[in-house]
């Protein structure tokens, strides 16, 4: 009678769970990464999108009719000022549209696109982004 075979050696095996482990975990990170960065892009627009809404509102005209000033806001003059904020802060932003539909209001889009700051597989080359804001002037 032949005795028993020894079983095979696993050494070894626990290299090869810790290796898919850091790259499980590194993975996680850099995707995570990307995420947060993606995140502060949108926020970025967002905020620009705000401040060209809040500057073009600004560019009013003040009009007296019957004794009572209101302003007035023009497609034109909003577009110009949106066109002059974005051109100033917005670093690769590009203004969609700007206007004045009520005479009153403002309303911005702006749009850039996001491109991750570490390259993985798990995600795009790059993002389409876009923010509207709008915003009304104080005087009626």
């Known amino acids: 009678m032949r005795p028993a075979r020894p ?7 626990v290299l090869i769970l810790t290796i898919g482990y850091a790259v499980l975990a590194l993975v996680l ?19 620009l999108a705000d401040a060209t ?3 073009a509102a600004d560019g009013f005209t003040l009009v007296v009719e019957s004794g009572e000033p ?4 023009t497609d034109d003059h909003v577009r110009t000022a949106a066109q002059e904020m974005v051109d100033a802060v ?3 932003a ?3 549209s700007a206007t004045a539909a009520d005479g ?3 309303r911005v889009t702006v749009a850039g696109t996001w491109h991750p700051p570490v390259i993985t597989m798990f995600v795009p080359d790059g993002v389409a982004l876009s923010a509207t804001a709008t915003s009304r002037n104080a005087l009626r």
């Open 29 to 47: 990170v850099l995707v995570c990464v990307n995420a947060t960065s993606l995140y502060l892009a949108q926020k970025r627009l967002d905020a």
């Open 7 to 13: 079983l095979a050696d696993d050494r070894g095996s």
């Open 104 to 106: 009153l209001s403002a």
């Open 90 to 92: 917005g670093e690769e």
């Open 53 to 55: 809404a809040l500057a």
């Open 70 to 73: 209101r302003t007035a806001l």
């Open 94 to 96: 590009v203004l969609m």
